[in-house]
């Protein structure tokens, strides 16, 4: 079993910026691609990025020179910086990991962004 612990939501202002972290543990030897969801309230989860073991990321277009998602593999930890914050990146952002056991895939708790003036 994989736990996921996340860390860093909170209330900023527009155009600020915060830095989400999600530190797994348990059979951590069996993750493979760890990354970030959002779900703003009425709207479906939608992907972020992710990032593979050896440091190759994807981002959603719409988010490229806003986002940027690493990992720290001797940490267990994936993170996503995210800068000039918009009013529309208020969600509740949900780290997610890809093992090759079973059930394969895994959750965090979420941790609420709420960007507002």
């Known amino acids: 079993q994989v736990q996921l612990v996340e860390s860093g939501g909170g209330l900023v202002q527009p155009g600020g910026s915060l830095r989400l972290s999600c530190a797994a543990s348990?059979?951590?030897?069996?993750?493979?691609?760890m990354g970030w969801y959002r779900q703003a309230p009425g709207k479906q989860r939608e992907l972020v990025a992710t990032?593979?073991?050896?440091?190759?990321?994807t981002l959603t277009e719409s988010l490229k020179g806003r986002f940027t998602i690493s990992r720290d593999n001797a940490e267990n930890t994936v993170y996503l910086q995210m800068n000039s914050l918009k009013p529309e990146d208020t969600a509740v952002y949900y780290c997610?990991?890809?093992?090759?056991?079973?059930?394969?895939?895994?959750w965090g708790q979420g941790t609420q962004v709420t960007v507002s003036s």
């Open positions: 997610n990991v890809r093992s090759t056991a079973y059930p394969y895939e895994y």
């Open positions: 348990g059979s951590i030897l069996s993750i493979i691609v």
């Open positions: 990032v593979s073991p050896g440091g190759s990321t």
